[in-house]
T-cell receptor, first 115, second 115 residues
């Protein structure tokens, strides 16, 4: 069974600075997706970024980028120029490609951006 | 934009009641999912469905059942609510694999309190 580990239950960062959230996973699969989801306080969970395991290039979405290390089974999220609106729970998640589309989630990291 | 709508944002029910949580998506997605979210535990899969009248157990199906009579609607049923089912319940559907926005679209969640 796949597992996803987020080792940082809480983090904080100053506005405009850069922060990196860690995620490791365990799988015997070769083809899979990795995701970061954001859940702002009392608001809907939304997709931040997706990485296909077969792609060597790290995914980026504006201020959000990942460092995907397949051999190390590591998938960290970097947020540049942090904004107050980035305050949220962040969940790392794993999905086997071509499978049931079940997502396996980590326990989340609560990020607070301070003014 | 894809919309996943959960009928209730907050619910309070009594122990032993039969509870229905409704979820509707408007994009003709085949796959739909029910997760529960608890602090420190992340999101755990209860049930999912690939198509009308098809359902599969997730990781924590005990005490729950589901119904999918129409493609757009996926209902979670608590047969006899108990206090340990107090939680946030999240419904999601997936865009087709290969789509640029591939991933889950979540509803806003239903916070259920069983007293």
């Amino acid at each position: 069974a796949q597992t996803v580990t987020q080792s940082q239950p809480e983090m904080s960062v100053q506005e405009a600075e850069t922060v990196t959230l860690s995620c490791t996973y365990d799988t015997s699969e070769s083809n899979y997706y990795l995701f970061w989801y954001k859940q702002p306080p009392s608001r809907q969970m939304i997709l931040v970024i997706r990485q296909e395991a077969y792609k060597q290039q790290n995914a980026t979405e504006n201020r959000f980028s990942v460092n995907f290390q397949k051999a190390a089974k590591s998938f960290s999220l970097k947020i540049s120029d942090s904004q107050l609106g980035d305050t949220a729970m962040y969940f790392c998640a794993f999905m086997t490609q071509g499978g049931s589309e079940k997502l396996v989630f980590g326990k989340g990291t609560k990020l607070t951006v301070n003014p | 934009d894809v919309k996943v709508t959960q009928s209730s944002r907050y619910l309070v029910k009594r122990t032993g009641e039969k509870v229905f949580l409704e979820c509707v998506q408007d994009m003709d997605h085949e796959n739909m999912f029910w997760y529960r979210q608890d602090p420190g535990l992340g999101l755990r899969l209860i049930y999912f469905s690939y198509d009308v009248k098809m359902k599969e157990k997730g990781d924590i199906p005990e005490g729950y059942s589901v119904s999918r009579e129409k493609k757009e609607r996926f209902s979670l049923i608590l047969e006899s609510a108990s206090t340990n089912q107090t939680s946030m319940y999240l419904c999601a559907s997936t865009t087709p694999e290969g789509a640029p926005s591939y991933g889950y679209t979540f509803g806003s969640g239903t916070r259920l309190t069983v007293v």
